[in-house]
């Protein structure tokens, strides 16, 4: 049996029964389409339904009209779990914890979330000041069952996981280019984070601040130092560090551009800055995707991959790191596709070897 990085693999074609069978849930959105445009042409993988219940009956390129030619799938109102492997949920956030009361999934089922509801591990009744509640279980699923899909950090757990919450898109950006100095224990004082994502990020039903007259040579900020992000950024950097005592003061931009998100992360170290770029290059040195560069990144390397980049400067004792993801590749469904080939046992870059689309 191969191996990648001493992760066990199936031989091809023995993945579920032939392929791994997918059902996608909230498949008319922006991540539903990218999910549905990867799985396509995934090696291992075989769409068995597409669920929106607004657009059952239609043909799944007259809503992703980038997919024509691709396919003739047709969206459906129904849900077969029973035929599936694995389903992917691409609904708005909330609306998982929801659906999952409401409907139950058979257990031999692997479920990968993109929405936030889980990304979060609940205190254990210990920690919620002795009042010894005890969380019950959702759609019969236990709430401490869910592992965070970052597969930086967590590739063992992913790979034996029925449950993974796929990260959030600046959640992704800004960990990768944290956690080795978190690793580092470096992370004592505050971090000045700022990040800009492209329009895709706030999803296809058009807004206020979606619409493209608003957006268009126009840049605002949004929900300041209180973006829902920080909670599971926290999360994986005291994973890594052990403790973590410092803010993250995170301020996202809007952009005025489709996909991608460029980040910059600001740190106070005395550490020379020598010992910090080479213990970036040791961390990632056996990520499928996320890659130390020794020169300054652009986002344009990055659009269309599920690639991270990330590069550090030192500016007396202020360290910069700067990096790029697709927001909504390795920031949502190329990393869920990424994780469902861990939990599968196959090649972890399998239906991802995709290249930049601006070169």
Known sequence: MITQNN???????????????????????????????????HPEAEIVFANSESNAGNLVSDVH??????????????????????????????????????????????IIDLAQDFRVTPP???????????????GGIERGSWVYGLPEINKEE???????????????????????????????????????????????????????????????????FQHQHIAEIKQSLKQVQGYLDADIDFIPYRGDFARGIFCTAVIKTPAPVEDVIEAYKEFYADAAFTHYSDKA??????????????????????????????????????QAVQNMNIMFGIDEKAGLRLKASAF
């Open 297 to 334: 990144i652009d986002l344009k390397q990055v659009v269309n991959t599920n690639k991270a980049l990330v590069h550090v400067e030192k500016y007396g004792n202020k360290l910069l790191v700067t990096s790029a993801i697709d927001n909504l590749l390795k920031g949502a469904v190329g």
């Open 124 to 138: 254990q009744p210990s920690q919620r000041e002795g009042d010894g509640i005890v969380l019950p279980p959702i």
């Open 7 to 41: 992760t066990p693999l199936l031989p091809l074609g023995e993945a579920g029964r032939g392929s791994i069978r997918v059902g996608v849930l909230g498949a008319a959105g922006y991540t539903g389409g990218e999910l549905i445009r990867l799985l396509l042409n």
């Open 158 to 224: 992913i790979a034996k996981a029925q449950h993974v919450a796929n990260p959030g898109c600046f959640a992704t950006c800004i960990q990768v280019a944290l956690l080795p100095v978190a690793n580092l224990n470096l992370l004592k004082e505050d971090v000045a984070v700022n990040a800009i994502t492209g329009s895709t990020g706030a999803g296809q039903k058009p807004g206020a601040t979606t619409h493209f007259s608003w957006r268009n040579n126009n840049l605002s900020i949004y929900k300041p």
């Open 65 to 110: 009209e980038g997919l024509i030619g691709e396919t003739d799938l047709k969206f459906t109102d129904a849900m077969p779990f029973d035929q599936v492997d694995v389903i992917f949920f691409c609904f708005g956030h909330g609306k998982s914890e929801a659906f999952l009361k409401e409907h139950e999934i058979p257990a031999n089922v692997k």
